[in-house]
């Protein structure tokens, strides 16, 4: 059985997708991801970020897709 994700999660990162997503591009930069951890209380630095952005980003897009987020939730970091 594959691993579902469930819809209350899914809603969950969305909520989290649109917070994050400041410019509204449908893509969560960088930037935009360092404040999430900043958010929480947990800051990164850039390196990190770009690090923990290429263990998700499968598009190589160096963005993260609201796919790729749902993925890093699931990865319980
Ligand atoms: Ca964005």
Known sequence: MSAAVSEQL????????DLLDKDKSGLIDSEELG???????????????????????????????FSSLVKLFTLDL
């Not at 850039?46 to 290429?54: F, H, T, V």
Request: glycine share 6%; aromatic share 6%.
């Open 35 to 65: 404040l999430m951890f900043q958010q929480l209380g947990q800051p990164k630095s850039e390196e990190e970020l770009k690090e923990l952005i290429s263990v998700i980003d499968e598009e190589n897009t160096g963005q993260i897709t």
């Open 10 to 17: 899914l809603a969950k990162v969305q909520r989290i997708f």
